[in-house]
Structures are given as C-alpha cells and as structure tokens.
C-alpha cells in the first residue's frame, strides 16, 4: 500500500511539475508576442502616419500643409489641388504613359522570363551552366553601371522619346528569368513526354502545360514587374524629353520650379500616382503572398 501511495505522489509531483513548465512557457510565449506586436504596432503607425498626411495634404490649401499646428484632417478641405493638376498640366498623357509602359513591359517580362525559365530548367544546350551562373552574376551589377551602355544603345537607335526606350531595356530582369527556372523545376518531366508523345510543340508544351502550373511564379513576376515599372524614374528622366513622353513620376517631379513649390498639386499627383498600386495589391496580395511562400521553398 505504502508502494501504491509512493507512486501515486510520484506522479502527482510530474504532473504538477509539467503544469509548471507548460504555464512557465506560456507566459514566455505571451510575453514574447506582446512585445513583437508593440513593436510591429509603432513600426506600423510610423509607416502609415506619413502616407496619410500625403493623402490629407492633397485636399489643403498649401497655406494649412505646413501650418502649425500639423493636422492629419484637413480644416479647409478643398480639391483645388485635384482640378489644378489635372487641367493645368498633361497629368492625363503622363498616367496613359505610364500604364503603357508598366503593362507592355509587365507582358513582355511574363513571356521572356518564362521561356528563359523554361529553356534553363528544361533543356541541356551547351554552356547551359555557365551561362546560368554569367546570368546570375548581372544581379551583382548596379543598375547605375549599366546606364551609360543603355544610353548609347537608345541614341544609336534613335529612340528618344519612344515607348520602345522606356519599354525595352527594362523589360526583363536576371531575377525574374531566375525564379521562373525555380518553378519550372517543379514541373514533372513525364508530362512534358508526355505531351511530345501526344505531338504537342515546344511552344504549345511551354504554353499549354508549362505556363498553368507557374502561375503562382507569373503572379509574383508580373506584381514586381508592374510595380518597378510603375514606379521607375531615373531610367525615363534618361530617355524622354518630351513633356508628352513623360511618366507620372518624372512629370510630377517636373512640376517643381526654381522659385515655386505647389506642394498641394505635387502630392494630389503622388496619390494619384500611388492608388492603382494600392488597388492591385489589395486585389492580388493572395496570389502575391502564395507566389512568394511558394518560391522561397523551391
């Protein structure tokens, strides 16, 4: 009897103890995760913070921007701002640009990248690693060393002033051809056989059975792809002179005089340059997301 009770408080004592550590872990872990979100929480509101005085500036009077005290509400709410930007300067041409240029260049990027994936996953050419790994060495080069070749092949082309200037050059990247030849791998061999068995093309294997199952991939390409487009400025500041050639950024930008800073109209077009991103990734952060979890394991 005394061996039963002996155990039974043996067993009362590990199970308490378990208790103990299991409560010890828990506190930890709420104590971890209250401080990770605190943290996230300030990194949030002194992200936001700015994008919503740039959003409430667009609709004051350029007295009340900088007046004191700051106020994130406008007082005098106003779309003067709106209406100056877009009757008084060619805001309409620079977004029509701009959208030409990040959606061909997007669909450009999609095609190219994707063959160039395909071909370095699928197929054994000679030289195949080397010009791999001579692919793969371009992302260590800056964007900047590159400017001054680009520039003189644009000028022995006459293309100044062109969609196909602002287009092209930037129209695929070493990354994008990199993750697309990820997500190709995972593609079984046996149904690209299969496939050839059936009589299929190379184009019609690439496009038929290759291109549904990157879709995740595509999604991710296109959203980097549309963004950087969208967003470029040093590159089309190079290449256009045209006021009608411009993109929204370098026209914005060009609104800035010497001696006169409309901040108001200068930020009213910064919204506006900034809404179409907001709206996409709204619509496609789930496939944006997957594309990305997806591509980090492979």
């Given at each position: 009897?005394?061996?039963?009770?002996?155990?039974?408080?043996?067993?009362?004592?590990?199970?308490?103890?378990?208790?103990?550590?299991?409560?010890?872990?828990?506190?930890?872990?709420?104590?971890?995760?209250?401080?990770?979100?605190?943290?996230?929480?300030?990194?949030?509101?002194?992200?936001?913070?700015?994008?919503?005085?740039?959003?409430?500036?667009?609709?004051?009077?350029?007295?009340?921007?900088f007046?004191?005290?700051?106020?994130?509400?406008?007082?005098?709410?106003?779309?003067?701002?709106?209406?100056?930007?877009l009757?008084?300067?060619?805001?309409?041409?620079?977004?029509?640009?701009?959208?030409?240029?990040?959606?061909?260049?997007?669909?450009?990027?999609?095609?190219?990248?994707?063959?160039?994936?395909?071909?370095?996953?699928?197929?054994?050419?000679?030289?195949?690693n080397?010009?791999f790994?001579?692919?793969?060495a371009?992302?260590?080069?800056?964007?900047?060393?590159?400017?001054?070749?680009?520039?003189?092949?644009?000028?022995?082309?006459?293309?100044?002033?062109?969609?196909?200037?602002?287009?092209?050059?930037?129209?695929?990247?070493?990354?994008?051809?990199?993750?697309?030849?990820?997500?190709?791998?995972?593609?079984?061999?046996?149904?690209?056989?299969?496939?050839?068995?059936?009589?299929?093309?190379?184009?019609?294997?690439?496009?038929?059975?290759?291109?549904?199952?990157?879709?995740?991939?595509?999604?991710?390409?296109?959203?980097?792809?549309?963004?950087?487009?969208?967003?470029?400025?040093?590159?089309?500041?190079?290449?256009?002179?045209?006021?009608?050639?411009?993109?929204?950024?370098?026209?914005?930008?060009?609104?800035?005089?010497?001696?006169?800073?409309?901040?108001?109209?200068?930020?009213s077009?910064?919204?506006?340059?900034?809404?179409?991103?907001?709206?996409?990734?709204?619509?496609?952060?789930?496939?944006?997301?997957?594309g990305?979890?997806?591509?980090?394991?492979?």
């Amino acid at each position: 009897m005394a061996d039963v009770n002996l155990a039974t408080s043996e067993v009362r004592q590990r199970s308490e103890a378990r208790t103990r550590r299991n409560n010890s872990y828990k506190t930890r872990f709420y104590i971890g995760s209250t401080i990770v979100n605190a943290i996230l929480l300030i990194l949030l509101v002194l992200t936001v913070i700015p994008f919503i005085y740039m959003i409430s500036s667009a609709f004051k009077p350029n007295s009340e921007i900088f007046g004191t005290p700051l106020t994130l509400i406008p007082v005098h709410f106003t779309l003067v701002n709106m209406q100056a930007l877009l009757t008084n300067f060619p805001f309409a041409r620079w977004a029509f640009n701009t959208a030409t240029v990040a959606v061909l260049g997007t669909i450009t990027s999609l095609v190219l990248g994707s063959l160039a994936g395909f071909a370095f996953a699928k197929y054994d050419f000679p030289f195949k690693n080397a010009l791999f790994a001579i692919l793969l060495a371009t992302m260590l080069i800056p964007g900047q060393v590159t400017l001054v070749p680009q520039f003189e092949v644009i000028r022995f082309l006459h293309w100044f002033n062109t969609y196909q200037a602002l287009i092209l050059p930037r129209a695929v990247s070493a990354f994008t051809i990199f993750l697309m030849r990820q997500y190709t791998l995972s593609v079984p061999d046996e149904l690209l056989d299969a496939a050839r068995v059936d009589g299929a093309t190379e184009f019609s294997i690439w496009w038929r059975v290759v291109v549904p199952l990157v879709r995740p991939g595509l999604a991710v390409v296109a959203i980097l792809s549309f963004t950087g487009l969208w967003n470029d400025y040093l590159w089309p500041l190079v290449v256009t002179t045209d006021p009608n050639m411009f993109v929204m950024n370098l026209g914005i930008s060009s609104l800035v005089g010497p001696y006169d800073y409309q901040y108001g109209i200068l930020l009213s077009g910064a919204v506006l340059a900034a809404l179409p991103l907001i709206i996409i990734f709204f619509i496609f952060q789930k496939q944006f997301l997957q594309g990305l979890t997806e591509g980090a394991l492979k």
